[in-house]
């Protein structure tokens, strides 16, 4: 059974920093491109960032450029997501996905498989 399973998310005040972790299971992921996406109370959900399969390439929403990093380790089978300067508007559950691409992946349709989540709450 293929698991991704999020950790890493919790209560942080505005300016904290929080890392996120993405451990899969059941079968490797080496070979494809990973995924952060995010989503609020009452949005739909949105990419935050993509890691090529090497981890050499990245791409990132606007909104999280520069505060965000996302990074993988493929002998641990783990993606990571360092989140630094947070906002309120940061506040989300978390979602890691695997892409069915080994390149940068940001359209959600090109994700197949999902984390259940992790919250992130940035209070003030």
């Known amino acids: 059974q293929v698991q991704l399973v999020e950790s890493g998310g919790g209560l942080v005040q505005v300016g904290g920093s929080l890392r996120l972790s993405c451990a899969a299971s059941?079968?490797?992921?080496?070979?494809?491109?990973m995924g952060w996406f995010r989503q609020a109370p009452g949005k739909e959900r949105e990419f935050v960032a993509t890691i090529d399969w090497s981890g050499g390439s990245t791409h990132y929403a606007d909104s999280v450029k520069g505060r965000f990093t996302i990074s993988r380790d493929n002998a641990k089978n783990t993606v990571y997501l360092l989140i630094n300067s947070l906002k309120t508007e940061d506040t989300a559950v978390y979602y890691c996905a695997a892409a069915t691409t080994a390149a940068v992946a940001v359209p959600s349709s090109w994700y197949n498989y999902w984390g259940q989540g992790t919250q992130v709450t940035v209070s003030s």
């Open positions: 059941g079968r490797t992921f080496s070979g494809n491109a």
